[in-house]
């Protein structure tokens, strides 16, 4: 298949790379097409240059910025822990559905800022990748085929600087995977936040996060966000906030493990094991132990004693042993829950 071409005219999907907005596509068209150096001048279709006017916004973006518009089904019934884009203030927003409501809604949880917002199924799609420039995954199902199960083999070579891929590799078994990227929700849907009184789900997150129990934190801080840090409750503090002691986090000094306040929102219990894992597979959604944290990838490349990991926030891609890595589970409305797998 041919790499798709960003010719003029051509309606495309575009991410902004600031602050609040990582992780969001919005809809416009191409002005000109690629220069040499990957720049492209588009215009949005919901975006205006200033809040005061109707003037689209135009500016140059680089070309890993843009893709074009995902395939969508004419009509889809979702499905628990299901993973969606949802449509919010002019953009979609990767997130998973955590509850199918009796109205016709949906409840869609989105990881980053760990919020939760209920979506018309009109205003939600199957969140899909464009990898490569080549194709989408998981591709789009036929009419006929929406309600079997997706048979056909998922080929996506990831290209990397450890050697490329063959697209004729035929992995054992494959992994539909979201790699949530580190992106916040902007304001103005109402979202479910904690009260005063304690509901049931806080109740059991506070009885789990007493001192001395093990847990994993996660950081706000740029360029740590979506990765857990494993640490021990040391205190409970009042308003719903912990006093944490990091397991392999050290002061400056190196004198003793550094010690933090956190609320419960950045904390977790630690993940059950998923079972003896003897090899993991090519596109399968993990966890990777690097600079002392997890952080989730794809495992892109299977070498003969060692894993390439993608990282789709930082788009790199490391090597890491078997032992480094771990499947990815999300905790999710005080369960565990895995990638689906096909």
Not at 164 to 173: K, L, M
Request: aromatic share 10%.
């Amino acid at each position: 298949m041919a790499d798709f071409q960003f010719k003029k005219g051509t309606k495309v999907e575009i991410s902004i790379d600031e602050e609040g907005f990582r992780g969001a596509w919005f809809s416009g068209m191409v002005i000109k097409p690629p220069t040499k150096n990957g720049k492209v001048l588009v215009e949005y279709d919901t975006l205006l240059a200033d809040e005061n006017d109707s003037i689209p916004l135009r500016e140059e973006v680089d070309l890993v910025q843009i893709r074009p518009i995902p395939p969508r089904e004419s009509s889809r019934v979702f499905n628990l822990d299901e993973e969606v884009d949802a449509y919010h203030n002019d953009g979609w927003w990767e997130g998973v559905i955590t509850q199918v409501l009796q109205n016709g809604e949906y409840s869609v949880y989105f990881r980053p800022n760990r919020e939760q917002s209920d979506f018309k199924a009109s205003d939600l799609r199957l969140h899909r990748e464009w990898v490569h420039g080549r194709k989408w995954v998981p591709p789009l199902q036929d009419e006929e085929d929406k309600l079997h199960v997706l048979a056909t083999t998922i080929q996506v070579p990831i290209r990397h600087s450890l050697g490329e891929a063959s697209e004729d590799e035929e992995p054992s078994r494959f992994l539909m995977f979201i790699i949530f990227s580190c992106s916040i929700l902007p304001t103005g849907r109402q979202v479910v936040q904690p009260t005063a009184g304690k509901n049931a789900h806080q109740q059991k997150e506070e009885k789990l996060f007493s001192p001395r129990s093990l847990v994993e934190v996660s950081s706000d801080e740029d360029g740590f966000e979506g990765a857990w840090f494993a640490a021990t409750i040391v205190e409970v503090i009042e308003g719903n906030k912990y006093l944490i002691e990091y397991k392999d986090l050290r002061t400056e000094d190196d004198t003793e493990f550094v010690r933090e306040e956190v609320d419960e929102l950045h904390i977790r219990p630690c993940p059950p094991p998923a079972g003896k894992i003897d090899r993991f597979k090519l596109y399968e959604e993990v966890d990777a132990l690097y600079n002392d944290g997890w952080w989730v990838g794809i495992i892109s490349k299977v070498h003969r004693s060692k894993y390439a990991v993608y990282f789709k926030g930082t788009n790199e891609e490391l090597e890491f042993k078997h032992g480094d890595l771990r499947l990815h589970q999300d905790w999710i409305g005080g369960k565990w829950v895995m990638a689906s797998q096909v």
